[in-house]
């Protein structure tokens, strides 16, 4: 029988301004009940890219810090029942921050990422923000290490896609995406690699072969979220 879920309250984080409606989207399809909130702190891609993609000290902190107070928020002295960044350029910093919370505390490529090592060892990844590109690769290296999977990443920066999605322009930003997606070699899963690009999903699906995994990471991680809060069921009186 299917585990009841509780409602739960879920802080986001965010880096990007552009992964907010992404990410609510996927929770109102796939976990509606879930109590979700919002952190946004668009100066931390700007900062990072402008240090060309440097995770230093004092970035590290401001991760320690906004986990802290994530996990901390809540009425009358309680606490969140977890916390998901959705800003896939920052691996590192969320993994050293997590450390210290007892809480599910997710990166947002987890989900994604093992979904696509089901799915076969040579997999497509597409960003948009150039300081995610090397991250997301070593991420998904050692997703497939941890399980003994050895992996053919074929890893893309879509050029302008970004810039276009900013300035208005999303059917191009969705055009961009799906065309890089058309240029891959033989894979067995695309995995769209930030949840500001989660949009492009039906773009790519028509533009690759039929039945080719396509997998957004605010989808997937939404479903690892909700399977790591499913609650006990309750026995029988």
């Not at 959705?86 to 997590?98: K, L």
């Not at 995995?191 to 989808?219: E, H, K, N, Y």
Request: proline residues 7%; charged residues 20%; neutral net charge.
């Amino acid at each position: 029988m299917r585990q009841p879920i509780r409602p739960s309250r879920i802080m986001l984080i965010h880096a990007l301004r552009e992964s907010v409606a992404p990410i609510h989207a996927a929770f109102a399809e796939y976990w509606p009940e879930a109590r979700t909130h919002d952190l946004l702190d668009s100066s931390l891609s700007a900062d990072h890219a402008a240090a060309g993609g440097v995770l230093d000290a004092k970035m590290m902190g401001r991760f320690r810090s906004l986990t802290d107070y994530a996990a901390m928020a809540g009425p009358e002295g309680g606490g969140s029942d977890a916390i998901l960044f959705t800003c896939s350029a920052f691996a590192p910093a969320i993994e050293a921050a997590r450390r210290s919370h007892g809480i599910p505390i997710l990166k947002p490529n987890e989900g994604a990422f093992a979904e696509a090592l089901g799915h076969g060892g040579r997999i497509g990844l597409l960003v948009s923000f150039a300081p995610s590109l090397a991250s997301m690769a070593d991420e998904l290296k050692a997703a497939g290490e941890a399980v003994g999977k050895p992996l053919t990443i074929e890893a893309r920066l879509v050029e302008g896609a970004l810039a276009a999605l900013q300035a208005g322009r999303p059917e191009e930003h969705d055009a961009l995406i799906a065309r890089a997606a058309a240029a891959l070699p033989a894979v067995d899963s695309i995995v769209i690699g930030q949840f500001s690009m989660a949009r492009a999903a039906p773009a790519v699906r028509a533009a690759v072969p039929a039945g080719l995994p396509v997998l957004t990471t605010p989808q997937s991680a939404v479903m690892a979220l909700r399977q790591r809060l499913a609650s006990v069921p309750v026995a029988a009186g």
